[in-house]
């Protein structure tokens, strides 16, 4: 059994910085990587950002430059250091982690609402 609980998330102005973080129930180490997701209304889930195992980490092009993941292994938590924040950045946003082979096990946090207002 493995839970993820998102926090961080709320109503900021275009142009502040946000940081999310996502708690797992057991060690971030264990999974083979933990990344966010983003869904805003009428949209696609996509990727934002992800971070391996073994540190790499891959951002969407939309928010490279400007978006930050990272981990605290001692806390097993997860974080998305979001700057710059643009309007079309709002959306839930939800902690996601894989593990086994391919990555076939697939965990999701309940999501956390950011909003940027212009």
């Known amino acids: 059994q493995v839970q993820l609980v998102e926090s961080g998330g709320g109503l900021v102005q275009a142009g502040r910085s946000l940081t999310l973080s996502c708690a797992a129930s057991?060690?971030?180490?264990?999974?083979?990587?933990m990344g966010w997701y983003r869904q805003a209304p009428g949209k696609q889930r996509e990727l934002a950002a992800i971070?391996?195992?073994?540190?790499?980490?891959n951002y969407a092009d939309s928010v490279k430059g400007r978006f930050t993941i990272s981990r605290d292994t001692a806390k097993n938590t997860v974080y998305l250091q979001m700057n710059s924040l643009k309007p079309e950045d709002s959306a839930v946003y939800y902690c996601?982690?894989?593990?086994?082979?391919?990555?076939?096990?697939?965990?999701w946090g309940q999501g956390t609402q950011v909003t940027v207002s212009s």
């Open positions: 057991r060690s971030i180490l264990s999974f083979n990587s």
């Open positions: 971070i391996s195992t073994g540190g790499s980490t």
């Open positions: 996601n982690a894989r593990e086994g082979q391919l990555s076939r096990n697939v965990y």
